[in-house]
Nanobody, 125 residues
Framework: QVQLVESGGELVQAGGSLRLSCAAS????????MGWFRQAPGKEREFVAA????????HYADSVKGRFTISRDNARNTVYLQLNSLKPDDTAVYYC??????????????????WGQGTRVTVSS
């Protein structure tokens, strides 16, 4: 069992930046592939970014490529999502997810086992 707790979401103006964090516990963090997803009001949950257990591999949705950066600190059992150049369309609840040794190119929600409760990001125009 893995527990995931996200933080860092808040209201920000368009063009601004945020850093989201996801703290994990309950399993060897360095064995987990980590992903970030988001869900906007009235829309399905969608893939944002993923990172391999070592941090050496990353993958991004086209909509965030070049603006968002996923990283991890295995010593702190934490994965981060740096959000830059934010747009109103980035408004959503952001979730982190985990699964042991999943390919970073996997983007489906059903592929991940454990999920956090989400942190809300609101981007004003």
């Amino acid at each position: 069992q893995v527990q995931l707790v996200e933080s860092g979401g808040e209201l920000v103006q368009a063009g601004g930046s945020l850093r989201l964090s996801c703290a994990a516990s309950g399993r060897t963090f360095s064995s987990l592939s980590m992903g970030w997803f988001r869900q906007a009001p009235g829309k399905e949950r969608e893939f944002v970014a993923a990172i391999s257990p070592s941090g050496g591999g990353t993958h991004y949705a086209d909509s965030v490529k070049g603006r968002f950066t996923i990283s991890r600190d295995n010593a702190r059992n934490t994965v981060y999502l740096q959000l830059n150049s934010l747009k109103p369309d980035d408004t959503a609840v952001y979730y982190c997810a985990a699964r042991p040794y999943l390919a970073v190119t996997t983007t489906t929600t059903s592929s991940y086992i454990w999920w956090g409760q989400g942190t809300r990001v609101t981007v004003s125009s």
